[in-house]
């Protein structure tokens, strides 16, 4: 995986290299702060990363922000992605397009990871072996994946096909359950892409909590977003949205447990 997939990434390392410019600093994109900022505010992330500079710049914290966000605002490439701005004391809030989020979303369909492929309408293991526990650590992340998967199936039958080129080239998303699953999608994109095979027990648990905070907030969106019945580009953008989370709910699986496709 890479940025242009995982946002966060992305976002981390301009912020990084638009402080060592403005600045002349060595920082590195990992230690740049980056937190999902929806719904509490108006923007997908927000960064505290002028506070974490302050004492070592000997600056004011809302000197160092409105430099940092100056210098972004001036990069075309930047602000083609994502607009940022300066709140409160010194906080920088991200706001991601809705070119660049629709990019992200189908880069991270075609995007190969190990051990899953898409067949038959699904994205499915390739390579489970009979020994495979049939049951999860966790029933509601069980639970949110088989409900993904029935979702993608009644799709088909109501020929809502699931093609790449069915889908509207912009996905534009605006009630807060579309943009809570989305995010936190993104969340789990960037954890498989610096870390998922970290083994220790500290990212263990980050991983299962990543996991089921996805399946929760697929529930949320499931109860809250209707599917069917709805205009066919609302209907095309939520059944988008769907299958990269069956995908990611699969992917952030252990490979020596199974998710289910029917209950």
């Known amino acids: 995986m890479n940025c242009q997939i995982s946002p966060v990434i992305n976002i981390q390392t301009a912020i990084a290299m638009t402080i060592n410019s403005v600045f002349g600093l ?3 994109a990992e230690q740049v702060p980056l937190e999902i900022a929806y719904p509490k505010y108006n923007a997908h992330y927000t960064s505290t990363i ?5 004492h070592r ?3 004011a914290i809302l000197e160092i922000a ?3 966000a100056k210098s972004c605002s001036q990069n075309p490439e930047i602000t083609a992605q994502w607009q940022i701005q300066v709140i409160g004391k010194g906080w920088l809030n991200i706001c991601l397009s809705d070119v660049y989020i629709s990019g992200c979303l189908r880069n991270l369909l075609r995007s190969q990871i190990g051990g899953i492929e898409y067949r038959n309408g699904m994205w499915q293991r390739c390579d489970i072996s009979q020994s495979a526990i049939t049951q999860t650590l966790d029933l509601m992340v069980q639970y949110a994946y088989a409900r993904c998967c029935a979702l993608m ?3 088909v039958r109501e020929n809502l096909w699931l ?3 069915s889908f509207p080239n912009i996905l534009s998303y605006s009630e807060i359950s579309e943009i809570n699953l989305l995010l936190q999608n993104f969340a789990i994109a960037n954890y498989i892409a610096t870390d998922l095979e970290n ?3 500290s990212r263990f648990k980050e991983r299962s909590k990543l996991w089921r ?3 929760k907030t697929f529930l949320d969106f499931y109860d809250r977003c209707q599917i069917f019945g709805v205009s066919h580009e609302v209907a095309m953008k939520r059944l988008f949205l769907i299958r990269v989370t069956q995908k990611l709910l699969l992917a952030s699986t252990l490979q020596e447990f199974q998710l289910l496709e029917y209950l």
């Open 26 to 28: 060595q920082i590195q």
């Open 50 to 54: 002028a506070l974490a500079l302050a």
């Open 57 to 59: 710049l000997q600056l």
């Open 66 to 68: 409105d430099a940092i």
């Open 153 to 155: 199936r009644l799709a």
């Open 163 to 165: 093609k790449d080129e």
């Open 199 to 201: 083994k220790s027990l």
């Open 213 to 215: 905070l996805l399946a």
